[in-house]
């Protein structure tokens, strides 16, 4: 039976750590001299290509690439990766003239994409190198060099690929950040890049998605009675009722917030009239707004509950905080 290992000295893990998050940061910090010609004419190159970007790497470089590939193709720019060693053995059959490829060797001399190089030239496509050797062959032949060299990886042995794959990762996404810049894209695109989960939900879903309609929004006459709006909110469900005109036109609404400011005042429910109680510039959105921004509202005015309006005047609908709960907007 073997014995066991002697226990670390005690905050060994701990300052290891910190050391590992200062390296790794340090690397990061030394590319922001580095921004310059180079890393424009990368974003120029990708921006007059007509056709895609083919991201690649071996190994960890790999690892990154596919994460850059995944970023670029969700803000706007269409990328997809392609394993070096299977390119050379067909998939290089995906790659046109109008293609950019941005290869990742921290190295600079990764025999499998040194392999590929020349046909990706002749077939007249682009590429960008992202390594940490700028005298390397790979550095040599690109179109654009980006400079991801690192003074030391975090690893206490200075082997595994830590420090400059962070750096290559960020280096990548500065890119990317760039590209959605320089393209325009929108919130709006980006949501429609990511329908699913919560992200899409945030940034798709609609106030008329989620709203009660208006003919289940509890509605009185301004002149009415406080008991009649006190019914008309018990049916509703939604803790108000809204002062709605004969003209249709909206006078205002009528909350449980608005009811126990009334009873303070000692105000008979049988005689007052809600026109005389009910707040008049009642909170509204357009149907047509984020569901988010409806939430956005009620939190900023705490509220629980919002008039939903179109042309200002006419009540469509209404929603809580617990329909946009539901909906998972919040």
Known sequence: MTDPLPAPPKHRASDMA?????IEADAIASLIERIGGEFERAVELVLARDGRVLVTGIGKSGHIGRKLAATLASTGTPAYFVHAAEAAHGDLGMITRDDVLIALSNSGT?????????????????LIAITGNSASPLARAAD?????AVAEEACPLNLAPTASTT???ALGDALAVALL????????DFAHAHPGGALGRRLLT??????????QVPQVRPEATLAEALLAMTRGGLGMTAAVEAS????????????????ER?????????????TRDAQSIGADALAVEAAEIMERRRITQILVVEDRTTLVGALNAHDLMRARVI
């Open 266 to 278: 000692g105000i008979d429910v049988h005689t007052t009239r809600l026109a005389d109680v009910m």
């Open 18 to 22: 910190r050391r590992v998050l200062r």
């Open 206 to 215: 609609r106030v008329r998605d989620v709203m009660r309609p208006a003919e």
């Open 167 to 169: 750096a290559a990762l």
């Open 144 to 148: 654009v060099h980006l400079d991801a």
């Open 110 to 126: 990764s025999e499998e994409i040194l392999t590929i190089v020349p046909l990706i030239k002749r077939r007249g496509a682009s």
């Open 248 to 263: 249709g036109r909206l006078a205002g609404i009528f909350t449980d917030g608005d009811l126990r400011r009334a009873l």
């Open 181 to 188: 810049d320089a393209r325009g894209f929108s919130a709006d």
